[in-house]
């Protein structure tokens, strides 16, 4: 029997974890504009979510997408990242376009991870040790894209033991359909899949 949506995510072991919810991937000057306008009804709901999680208790990581203008230390074996590479949009470690978008804050309280390789949040970056060091061990997944960066994390974090949590209208793919049995089809297999209103829920009503 599944435990108790309430149980999973005790706000003393939960971290809400957001995937390049930036301003160069799904801000006004994205890199990926399809992506951007895909995501535009997420960014509201991730942001009622990092609020209830601050008032909670519940620690707040973002996770950004960086590449240097010399491209050191950044990944090419891909074609996302040639495409990346064309866009006149630079993600320039400490820019605009690679910061956290202001409707998340970040809040004082909150922890930004920048990576400059990897498909994964939870890939050059620091996330797994940072996490481990607050106690947590149930993420709330969130962000972009269950294409690749959401499904990477879901699946890294699967694999270091922690539980996953994906309210589906706190994360984005393209297209919509695709990214709707993507997580029906694999992530549920993961993760518990729910909403941002009832992970809300389920925090108002802990002890």
């Known amino acids: 029997m599944a435990p108790d949506l309430s149980e999973v995510v005790d706000p003393s072991r939960t971290a809400v974890v957001t995937s ?6 799904v801000g006004a000057r994205s890199a990926l504009p399809e992506l951007a306008a ?11 979510l990092c ?37 006149p949009v630079a993600l320039l470690p ?3 376009e690679a910061s956290v978008v202001p409707e998340l804050g970040p809040e004082p309280s909150d922890l930004v991870l ?13 996330l797994d040790p940072v996490l481990r ?5 149930t993420i709330v ?25 994906v309210p589906r209208d706190a994360v984005a793919g393209l297209p919509a359909d695709y990214a709707a049995a993507v997580i ?10 729910t909403t941002v209103d009832d992970v809300l829920a389920a925090w108002k009503g802990a002890p």
């Open 20 to 25: 390049e919810v930036q301003a160069g991937v």
């Open 38 to 48: 895909a995501a535009a009804p997420m960014i509201p709901a991730v942001a009622r």
């Open 51 to 87: 609020a209830g999680a601050r008032a909670a208790g519940v620690a707040v990581v973002h996770c950004t997408a960086a590449r240097r203008a010399d491209g050191r230390g950044s990944n090419d074996n891909a074609r996302l990242f040639a495409g990346v590479r064309k866009s």
């Open 94 to 96: 400490g820019s605009p």
């Open 114 to 126: 920048t990576r400059l390789h990897g498909l994964s949040p939870m890939t050059g970056t620091d």
């Open 133 to 137: 060091n607050l106690g947590v061990t």
């Open 141 to 165: 997944a969130t962000g972009v894209s269950v294409n690749v960066a959401v499904t990477n994390l879901v699946m890294d974090a699967v694999n270091r033991g922690y539980q996953v949590v």
């Open 184 to 193: 029906d089809r694999t992530l549920a297999l993961l993760a518990t899949i």
